[in-house]
């Protein structure tokens, strides 16, 4: 078994199958959250400067369009958390071929569905903004900043991929390096696109392309120069049937969860633009800094994925238990010290994006209305990312899109026709939240965690 460990382990692999738990978590979330973080404020730029030299509809376009652009990418990345737990089973049983099987099936579907997202980005992006009653006024930036993003989305797909694959076997240093890269290449662009060439959203969504091609470019250089067992060769790139079925097993479920439940968000985008340009913008300012809460406990979340993946690789279910206590004491302190000073300067920071004050007054009172429930969040985040780490993601799914879909939608449906104001049509995203963390808790605590072990079926 040494032997077999020795030809696993190289560079930046890290076996989380021993050692301190709390210490692995934090060393493989901390780049991940810092690295997430980069990404988005690199997102944020592109609000931000849209909002400060464009125009407020140029601002609530950019804003209002992530329901449409998050049903594709939530798709491929609820998918490609399939090849990620794969790999995370495969490395922790000490099994470098099947992971070299899964790198190469992993990287051939990537590059299919890139061609197929595409197209499909470009056909439906008309349908779905009318979909989400998009004010005439912000139609026009909202369809050119799609059809640009759209066009290049093969790129986001490649590094999303190639990052799940390194962050599999334990490495979330290296994609974070990239996003350093890439953010601060994505505000260079932003502001040479908007100030000097007068671009406007049209430079902005280039910027953001360009932006995702080239940490697409890395992550793929990275890929096919190591000497570990996630080694890229081109030549090698195939569909293995019998691992695409298990990337599915696992995948499929996630994609569904993520593209329905982004879906159902067009419909929750359509309440909210019927409150007009101004609270567009307010929400826009609230789902910004939503991103910058979520980031700790979804780091984390995906810590616990490829640790409780690594851990019942190796069948190690008490160990495998244990990191999920851990990670949910991390997320829950993580996210308490970053609601203060939300609450405190909810306004100033809805200001830094648009100083309009219709817009100010909505944000803020957006952010400080929903904010304190995002402790709710913690636990159907964690547990989430734990059983699909054990290969289990039907679970998740369907209490997610009971949550985020079906029960929210009643939700509104009743609320828009009871009280059609902004603070109770908003507090829809709490109430799921509430509920998808009962049924999530609920299930993982009665759950065997072991038993969707992906090569229990195998010897070893």
């Known amino acids: 078994m040494a032997i077999r460990q020795n030809s696993l382990r190289k560079g930046n692999d890290v076996d989380m199958t021993t050692g301190n738990i709390t210490r692995h978590i934090i060393l493989f979330a901390f780049p991940l959250l810092i ?43 609820g998918l490609s958390s399939g090849a990620g737990v794969v790999i995370s089973q495969y490395y922790g049983a000490h099994r470098p071929e099947d992971v070299k099987r899964t790198v190469h099936t992993a990287m051939a579907m990537t590059l299919v569905l890139g061609v197929a997202f595409t197209g499909i980005g470009l056909f439906m992006t008309p349908y779905m903004l009318r979909l989400m009653k998009t004010p005439t006024e912000v139609m026009p930036e909202s369809t050119a900043y799609l059809t640009i993003y759209f066009s290049g989305i093969i790129g986001l797909m490649v590094y999303n991929i190639g990052a799940g694959i390194l962050r599999a076997v334990g490495d979330s ?14 505000t260079v662009l932003d502001l040479l696109f908007v100030l000097k060439f007068r671009m406007g959203v049209k430079g902005v969504a280039l910027a953001t392309v360009i932006s995702q091609c080239t940490s697409a470019i890395l992550v793929l250089v990275t890929l096919l120069r190591t000497d570990e067992c996630i080694k890229l060769r081109l030549c090698a790139l195939s569909f293995h049937w019998d691992i695409l079925k ?51 406990m979804q780091s984390i979340s995906l810590a616990s994925t490829t640790f409780v993946g690594q851990n019942l690789g190796s069948n190690q279910v008490d160990r495998a238990k244990q990191g999920v206590r851990q990670s949910l ?121 072991g038993k969707n072990r992906l090569v229990d079926d195998e010897p070893v």
């Open 246 to 296: 298990k990337i599915f097993r696992v995948g499929i479920p996630a994609a569904i969860q993520m593209a329905i439940t982004s879906f159902s968000n067009i419909f929750v985008q359509s309440y909210i633009n019927f409150f007009g340009a101004d609270c567009m913008s307010g929400w826009t300012t609230y789902a910004k800094v939503d991103q910058l809460l979520f980031l700790p």
């Open 329 to 449: 004491i991390l997320g829950l302190a993580s996210t308490l010290i970053l609601m203060v000073p939300v609450l405190i300067f909810s306004p100033h920071i809805v200001a830094f994006f648009n100083d309009k004050p219709g817009v100010v007054e909505y944000g803020s009172m957006l952010l400080r209305w929903i904010t304190p429930f995002y402790v709710l969040c913690c636990f159907n985040q964690i547990y989430s990312g734990a059983l699909r780490g054990a290969g289990n993601s039907k679970a998740p799914m369907v209490f997610m899109l009971t949550s985020f879909v079906a029960f929210r939608q009643v939700y509104l449906f009743i609320m828009s026709r009871v009280c059609n104001e902004i603070i109770p049509i908003a507090m829809s995203y709490p109430a799921g939240w509430l509920l998808c963390s009962l049924l999530t808790g609920v299930y993982f605590h009665k759950a065997q965690l």
């Open 173 to 186: 240093k290296r994609p974070f390096y990239f996003l350093m890269v890439c953010a601060v290449m994505n």
């Open 35 to 77: 690295g997430n973080i980069f990404q988005q404020l690199y997102n944020m730029v592109d609000t931000w400067v849209v909002g400060k030299y464009v125009s407020n509809e140029a601002f609530a376009a950019v804003g209002s369009v992530g329901p449409i652009t998050n049903m594709l990418i939530g798709f491929f990345i």
